[in-house]
Each structure stands twice: as C-alpha cells, then as structure tokens.
C-alpha cells in the first residue's frame, strides 16, 4: 500500500528555514516522480516544485526558485524539501506527491507552514 506522511513543519521568522520531509512507503521511490504542493488559506492548492524519476531533473515556482530545494534518499525511503529565506506568502500547508509511472497521484496528508513576526 502506497503512503505519503510529511513531517517538519512548524512556525517560523520570515528569513528562517525549515526542512520538510516526506517518507514513502509500499514503493519504489526512485521510479517516482515527486512533488511538493502547498495550500494557503482560501486559496487553491498550487504547485511549489518537482523532482523527477531517479532525479532527472528537479524544477520549482517562480515564486520559490532560489529557496527552496527538493531531494530525495532513496535508501531512507524519504524526500526532503529544503526551504531557505521562508516569507509570509509561504505559509500554508504543505503536501508531498508521489506519481506513478502509470500516472497515478498519491499524496500525504499535510503538514501546516506558518512564517510570521
């Protein structure tokens, strides 16, 4: 059974950082493609950035280039999104995505970003 739990989240000074992780579980990691998506308050969720099968490439918004990186360890079964200079607008909750080869969307459940004075 395939599972997504992030975890890392928490509450945070504009310029801090913090570091999300998302463990996999009942796959191959590396086969997947992976994902990072955030949901604000009243908004729709949007895409923060991606990783792809085996790493072969990684890509990101415009509106989180430069901050934020996505990695992964396959033998811990975990990916990691690194967030550097975190600003308001980052706030939200943010979800892994794992996307099978056959293109199917499995996602975690959440963990809550908050960055505020």
């Known amino acids: 059974q395939v599972q997504l739990v992030e975890s890392g989240g928490g509450s945070v000074q504009p310029g801090g950082s913090l570091r999300l992780s998302c463990a996999a579980a009942?796959?191959?990691?590396?086969?997947?493609?992976i994902g990072w998506f955030r949901q604000a308050p009243g908004k729709e969720r949007e895409g923060v950035g991606c990783?792809?099968?085996?790493?072969?490439?990684?890509d990101y918004a415009d509106s989180v280039k430069g901050r934020f990186t996505i990695s992964r360890d396959n033998d811990r079964k975990t990916v990691y999104l690194q967030m550097n200079n975190l600003k308001p607008e980052d706030t939200a909750v943010y979800y892994c995505?794992?996307?099978?080869?056959?293109?199917?969307?499995?996602w975690g459940q959440g963990t809550q970003v908050t960055v505020s004075s």
């Open positions: 995505n794992a996307q099978s080869p056959a293109g199917t969307d499995y």
């Open positions: 009942g796959f191959t990691l590396r086969n997947y493609a």
């Open positions: 990783i792809g099968e085996s790493d072969s490439y990684t």
